[in-house]
């Protein structure tokens, strides 16, 4: 009997949370935060795979929205001079900037940009993973762009438990990998 005892402690030792789940959101766990609008810039020269001035524009777009941005993201070009989109020929790349509201914990001493923000709404952190997806639009030769998007505008969100493992092969279409992933804040009404 004491032998199922000390089984069954040494199980429960296993089976607690390392951290209080409640009070930081664990995953699942809802907690309060607030739409924080940011003000981005994102500069991208690809080596193996170009893009035109709507093509990086709508995949980072599509990623900020992925990640759970608010659905009146703002994104330009100011580099591109034709109605074709097209980049500058004297441009190295296009570059974007980019007007995104995204979930944010609460900080006391923010002050909203614009009505509406910093308004309280229920989060939580959600697994998300960044890999080469036919679904998603996302291919290894987007290997670069996810680099760039990881080193630029990921830090700008709110994450934990990040993991990186991203290779990428200069002028080789078939070359790299990536995978990004850990927890997301995002807002319940997403989903």
Request: hydrophobic share 40%; glycine share 8%.
């Amino acid at each position: 009997m004491r032998c199922v005892r000390a089984l069954a402690v040494i199980g429960l030792m296993f089976a607690v949370p390392s951290r209080p789940v409640g009070a930081e959101g664990g995953t699942g766990v809802p907690i309060a935060a607030v739409w924080k609008e940011q003000h981005l810039n994102f500069f991208h020269m690809g080596r193996t795979s170009r893009y035109s001035c709507e093509g990086l524009r709508d995949k980072v777009r599509a990623m900020l929205l992925d990640l759970g941005a608010r659905r009146d993201i703002r994104v330009t070009a100011p580099g591109c001079v034709d109605a074709a989109a097209r980049t500058r020929s004297d441009s190295p790349g296009p570059s974007l900037n980019i007007v995104v509201s995204t979930p944010a914990l609460p900080d006391a001493s923010a002050k909203p940009l614009r009505p509406g923000d910093l308004a309280a709404v229920d989060a939580r952190f959600e697994a998300f993973t960044i890999t080469s997806d036919a679904f998603r639009n996302m291919a290894v030769a987007d290997c670069e762009l996810v680099e760039e998007f990881s080193r630029q505008l990921l830090p700008k969100l709110v994450t934990r438990n990040l993991t990186q493992d991203i290779a990428c092969v200069p002028f080789q279409q078939s070359g790299g990998r990536f995978l990004v992933r850990g927890e997301i804040l995002r807002t319940l009404s997403q989903r």
